[in-house]
């Protein structure tokens, strides 16, 4: 309500049956009509004469143009005074503005903590107009821990908060931690939401905890479900179908999905379009490598070309260049390798000291293993354990490994030994075995939490002991004892 159409004389009631005789006034009587509808007339007027004081309107202008996180905080307390729905969006809004203003990512969570927290507050208060507030407030959540990787930290936000509403946000941020059995539990609550949004996000994340599981048709119930709907996250659900198809190798039904994905995709969403060009060039990689290269190209140029979000159009074209890299190396891995040397140093350049995505880290990590693996096909060993160096290197300095960057240090791991095998013969191999040792040992601890795409945790305990016990054939007596 736009209190601007009120004459001051609107407001000099001291009873509503007063307000009522003197709001004669065709702004007072417009005023009125609006909130007659949704309230009754005496109830407007209630209404009307709760916000009398000049000062609230004047506390929520200012809320929309505050600076920083304090003077929200000063807001805040002046308009705390009032226990109208108002004053409540006055606060989550000077909140939201701090966010918008903010330097750093530690100011920025403390603003969004304190506007989540708000409208949860109001939201229990003052009725569902505040879900809107809540659903913005998470998304930015969410947002902000994957840009900065600072999703422990975002989940702290998300513990503080008591309603059931966040709850398919929360699940989102355990899935990327691999924390699926807590995820699911929280999928739970989201799926028996009263409110259709956050009921089809619940299930969309549900589906992707489930088709990382290896539980493949239940994961695709749950997306067919969104999609039926039509309400939500219907983009990711039919790209999370298609993946699944390709995993069956039902070539035609992924193809389907994918033809009806990027039907739905606007125009002007370049990013989105790039993405399911890289699905499309997955579906064809068995079938028609060259056409998949095609497809990967595409997306390559478009990710280049866009400048739409910082990170995530990066993301996107590492996981393109790294497939086409594959694709090159097969007939000129020399080639591949001046290639994707070429994009890491585009795209380092792109983000210019920027914190990586958690995606876009995972893919710059994915071109060194990739890079160490053509070299060591053109013998070139040298430089194959420089990048893997480099590999185990970034990838010590992550405090979260997503389950797919574990399998990935798995797999160089194998490469790294294999390479000292054939470098240095049996004492190389051992003195390598030795240098892992810690990598190996903190990877077995942590695989019981981590389960990569359609991969169980026991069997990559199983890839761990074969690689071991392959080492052992080799070398005798071990070191020490595995």
Not at 52 to 62: E, G, H
Request: charged share 30%; glycine share 4%; aromatic share 8%.
């Amino acid at each position: 309500m736009k209190l601007r159409f009120f004459v001051p004389k609107c407001f000099r009631a001291k009873t509503i049956e007063e307000f009522l005789k003197n709001s004669h006034d065709p702004r007072c009587v417009y005023g009125l009509t609006i909130l007659e509808g949704r309230l009754g007339l005496r109830e407007a007027a209630d209404y009307i004469l709760h916000m009398r004081p000049p000062k609230i309107r004047s506390l929520v202008a200012k809320a929309a143009k505050v600076e920083s996180l304090s003077e929200a905080d000063r807001v805040a307390e002046s308009l705390g005074k009032f226990d109208t729905d108002l004053a409540c969006a006055g606060v989550v809004i000077a909140y939201l503005r701090a966010y918008r203003r903010s330097r750093g990512v530690e100011q920025g969570l403390q603003a969004l903590h304190k506007a989540l927290k708000t409208a949860a507050e109001c939201y229990k208060r003052h009725g569902e107009r505040f879900l809107r507030y809540i659903k913005k407030i998470s998304r930015d959540v969410i947002h902000i821990a994957l840009r900065y990787n600072v999703e422990n930290r975002a989940l702290l936000i998300f513990d503080d908060v008591d309603i059931p509403e966040i709850s398919p946000y929360k699940a989102e941020l355990l899935y990327i931690l691999g924390r699926n059995k807590e995820a699911l539990r929280e999928t739970e609550k989201a799926i028996h939401s009263k409110d259709e949004e956050i009921r089809a996000r619940g299930r969309i994340v549900r589906a992707k905890i489930l088709y990382s599981l290896g539980r493949l048709e239940e994961a695709k119930r749950e997306a067919e479900s969104v999609v039926r709907e039509e309400n939500g996250p219907v983009e990711e659900a039919l790209e999370l179908l298609a993946r699944i198809e390709l995993l069956k190798d039902n070539y035609p039904a992924a193809i389907y999905r994918a033809k009806e994905l990027i039907r739905r995709i606007e125009p002007y969403d370049k990013l989105k379009l790039a993405n399911a060009l890289i699905l499309i060039g997955d579906i064809f990689w068995k079938k028609n490598m060259r056409s998949s290269m095609k497809f990967y190209v595409k997306a390559i140029r478009i990710a280049a070309e866009s400048r739409e979000r910082l990170g995530i159009n990066e993301a996107i074209l590492m996981k393109a260049a790294n497939r086409a890299a594959i694709i090159m190396a097969l007939n000129d891995p020399g080639r591949a390798i001046s290639f994707l040397e070429s994009t890491r140093r585009f795209v380092l350049r792109s983000i210019k000291g920027e914190k990586l995505t958690v995606e876009l880290q995972e893919e710059l990590i994915y071109s060194l293993f990739l890079l160490a693996s053509f070299y060591a096909l053109k013998f070139r060993y040298k430089k194959a354990l420089e990048y893997l160096s480099q590999l185990f290197y970034e990838t010590s300095s992550i405090h979260e490994r997503t389950a797919s960057m574990l399998d990935l240090i798995l797999k160089a791991l194998s490469l790294y030994f294999s390479i000292l095998k054939n470098r240095r013969g049996k004492e190389g191999l051992r003195r390598g075995i030795e240098k892992t040792k810690g990598i190996i040992e903190e990877a077995l601890s942590t695989l019981s939490d981590l389960y990569p795409c359609n991969v169980d945790a026991n069997l990559l305990y199983k890839v761990l002991n074969f690689i071991l016990e392959a080492i052992a054939r080799v070398l005798s007596p071990l070191p020490y004892s595995l």
